[in-house]
């Protein structure tokens, strides 16, 4: 692990994303701790005041209000928890079924292949946020809700992925040794098929970081995912949409954030995917 990140940080661009990426996931998880004020506080006097405005009381609002005079700033600082809990959340979920059907189908074959490959087909038929935007206004709006759809339609990206590896492999013949010798399938594939392709899946779930963030944003935006009283990135640019032209803050900042993070997931899983690659 220490070797990859070294390899990693030879790489300017996908240093500066993991640093990046680091910084957001440390202000979400000490969020409590340095939001200036409460993100829900309304004050309609205060409504609608630009980037570094300070108050009667000598508060700064250093990103200014939004429509109901609710702080941009900590509105964004505590939006981001939000967005990196669904997306670990999601990745872990997804990605654990993922690594599990892509284990069995490549190395069992036969019908068991072709069964959940199948499944694999048919729920590829369905476009992403078409799906998500179904199962969520079935199952309502929550934040267990969203992780809990985002990663039953993401699960197909590590299969197909893991599969591919473990066909690559499967034959070899150290594969062949510990199989004559008589270990178990689960010996086989845990302990000796695993750690061969665990690189690859680790490639898929970086840049899936990125996509479940912004499909997060997205039904947050459509007023389908978080419920509207929790501050979302997603959420924050649906408010502001409609005040572009005289607070244009109120979307511009958030949408820097949710730019500047799945930017920074893709820079390190690019630095990542060539730091991983034996060739």
Do not use: C
């Amino acid at each position: 692990m220490y070797s990859t990140l070294q390899r990693v940080s030879q790489r300017k661009i996908a240093a500066v994303g993991l640093f990046l990426l680091l910084i957001v996931i440390i202000i979400a998880v000490i969020a409590p701790l340095i939001v200036p004020m409460n993100p829900e506080e309304q004050n309609i006097v205060e409504r609608l005041q630009p980037p570094g405005w300070t108050d009667e009381e000598g508060v700064k609002h250093w990103l200014g209000t939004d429509q109901l005079g609710r702080d941009v700033l900590s509105r964004v600082i505590v939006g981001s928890r939000v967005s990196i809990m669904v997306a670990a959340g999601a990745v872990i979920i997804g990605g654990t079924i993922g690594l599990i059907v892509g284990l069995v189908s490549g190395y069992s074959g036969g019908w068991i292949d072709s069964v959940l490959m199948r499944i694999v087909d048919m729920q590829l038929a369905f476009p992403f946020l078409l799906l998500a935007l179904t199962m969520v206004t079935i199952l309502g709006p929550s934040v267990m809700n969203v992780v809990l759809v985002l990663s039953v339609t993401s699960w197909i990206s590590y299969a197909k992925v893991v599969r591919s590896s473990v066909l690559s492999i499967k034959h070899l013949e150290f594969i062949e040794a510990t199989r004559a010798i008589g270990a178990s399938r689960f010996t086989i594939l845990f302990r000796h098929i695993l750690p061969n392709i665990i690189s690859p899946f680790i490639v898929v779930a970086s840049f899936q970081v990125a996509t479940l963030i912004i499909a997060e944003s997205s039904l947050s935006f459509l007023g389908l995912g978080v419920p509207a009283s929790q501050p979302t990135w997603g959420g924050m640019l649906a408010d502001g949409r409609e005040y572009m032209s005289d607070a244009w803050w109120i979307a511009v900042f958030p949408g820097m954030m949710l730019m500047v993070v799945a930017m920074s997931a893709n820079l390190f899983g690019d630095g990542l995917r060539d730091a991983l690659d034996p060739r």
